[in-house]
Nanobody, 121 residues
Framework: VQLQASGGGLVQAGGSLRLSCAAS????????MGWHRQAPGKQRELVAG???????NYADSVKGRFTISRDNFKNTVYLQMNSLKPEDTAIYYC????????????????WGQGTLVTVSS
């Protein structure tokens, strides 16, 4: 299983980025997918998750600004990030697991390598 995240970079506050995660995983559509992030000196935290029924869950800090989506034909999950803030600066990790609760809990079986998002003030 491979999860390849991309789309990170440097953006000014108020800007937007879209992260992508291409998954080499059998039965992609049956897996819940998620994004977690870890800022310097902080614990890793859930950003957003989406299960196979397209139910979504977001951290309070990103509600109304970030949108998670998936394309089961392309085996890809996306994170559209708008109105970015300096506190969104972190390494963002893509995760996958058959169980949505594990994605939300941060105990997914599968993790990508991460992509760095830096938001300047």
């Amino acid at each position: 299983v491979q999860l390849q995240a991309s789309g990170g970079g440097l953006v000014q506050a108020g800007g937007s980025l879209r992260l992508s995660c291409a998954a080499s995983i059998s039965d992609f559509s049956r897996n819940a997918m998620g994004w977690h992030r870890q800022a310097p000196g902080k614990q890793r935290e859930l950003v957003a998750g989406i299960d196979r029924t397209l139910t979504t869950n977001y951290a309070d800090s990103v509600k109304g600004r970030f949108t998670i989506s998936r394309d089961n034909f392309k085996n890809t999950v996306y994170l559209q990030m708008n109105s970015l803030k300096p506190e969104d600066t972190a390494i963002y990790y893509c995760t996958a697991d058959p169980y949505f609760w594990k994605v939300l809990a941060g105990t997914s079986n599968y993790w990508g390598q991460g992509t760095l998002v830096t938001v300047s003030s």
